[in-house]
């Protein structure tokens, strides 16, 4: 990375300044319910309240205004859902031409949301390297840049700006955060919380399901290293390898990863909705389980600290996929190992 973090974290505060007023300034949740769970205080960044649907939209945003105003007239995306909606969003608010590329399995909600906004819809194979060698030919074939879901600075900036106002919201509340636990996919989100955090004394942590935990393989290697993704209903948590810019910010900032279950997951998801009243996706709840977690493990426990904030990535969610959570049995949330240094 040619940047110093300091340098890069001076990006993720000009993109603050940038974004404001462009995207909504999400509202800070607690509950004491949860509280006494984790044995902490508990503050959760309801960015399912984003404009589309999730903090995706902050780097989309970054970046493609940063391209539109180098004079570029469309953008090309790859992702599992929500990164295309962003893209598809901000390019229609720049006046430029998107194109996204999804996977075949890609849940039709977001499908539906991503043509919505106006972009056309490319469906390609089950895997990342499929959807990027996609989206590379389509750029070819047009000239229009890819906007990386995860390996581009801008997006890693804006996605950083959720987590610096979670930070800036409890200084302001006079319970500063003593953790930040973030879901990760590709790791741009927690590189962003990285990036904020830097300098503050804040412990950093990403969480992956079980069996999609590239970053946590690639953290304990030393280098990248992919895996074939677990099946997980955190559809927007499973792509096979950490970026190489995320992985490069993360690996010296980063506290630990937790690995999480389904059932943690969607325990997690029906206290959201229970406690708030509002609708995340699984991967979005992810975050919630891997503090839960964390909050009774012996040496990373939550009991020590007074404040984690939690970053609740997005809520675009299958009506098939809510019904079904909704309707489970309630699975208690325990405490267990899996932190990985």
Not at 4 to 31: F, H, I, K, N
Request: hydrophobic residues 50%; aromatic residues 2%.
């Amino acid at each position: 990375m040619s940047r110093t973090v300091g340098q890069v974290r001076v990006d993720v505060e000009g993109a603050a300044a940038w974004l404001a007023g462009r995207v909504v300034r999400t509202p800070v949740l607690r509950s004491p319910v949860i509280d006494d769970l984790a044995g902490a205080r508990i503050l959760l960044k309801a960015e399912n309240l984003q404009n589309g649907g999730s903090y995706k939209m902050r780097g989309a945003l970054r970046a493609v205004g940063r391209l539109a105003a180098a004079g570029h007239t469309g953008v090309i995306a790859q992702s599992t859902g929500n990164h295309a909606i962003a893209v598809a969003l901000a390019a229609r608010e720049h006046g430029l031409a998107a194109t996204v590329v999804l996977p075949v399995d890609a849940a039709p909600t977001k499908v539906d949301r991503a043509r919505a906004a106006g972009a056309r819809v490319v469906l390609a194979g089950t895997d990342v390297e499929e959807r990027v060698t996609t989206a590379n030919e389509l750029s070819d074939e047009s000239g229009h840049p890819v906007v990386d879901a995860y390996d581009h600075p801008d997006v890693i900036a804006g996605q950083g700006t959720a987590s610096l106002e979670l930070i800036e919201e409890a200084e302001r509340a006079g319970t500063p955060l003593d953790a930040l636990v973030v879901p990760v996919g590709g790791g741009g989100g927690v590189a962003g919380a990285c990036l904020a955090a830097a300098g503050r004394g804040i412990e950093v942590y990403g969480v992956e399901p079980v069996g999609c935990d590239s970053l946590a393989r690639s953290l304990a290697a030393g280098v990248r290293v992919p895996v074939a993704s677990a099946p997980t209903i955190a559809d927007g948590l499973r792509p096979s390898c950490v970026g190489e810019l995320p992985f490069a910010i993360v690996r010296d900032a980063l506290r630990g990863v937790v690995r999480v279950d389904d059932d943690e997951i969607s325990a997690a998801f029906r206290l959201i909705l229970m406690e708030f009243k509002v609708l995340a996706e699984p991967s979005g709840a992810a975050g919630l389980a891997g503090a839960l977690r964390l909050s009774g493990d012996a040496g990373v426990g939550f009991g020590r600290r007074r404040t984690a904030g939690v970053v609740l990535t997005g809520g675009n969610v299958e009506a098939s996929l809510l019904a079904r959570l909704v309707v489970q049995r309630p699975i208690a949330v325990t405490a267990a190992e899996g932190v990985a240094a």
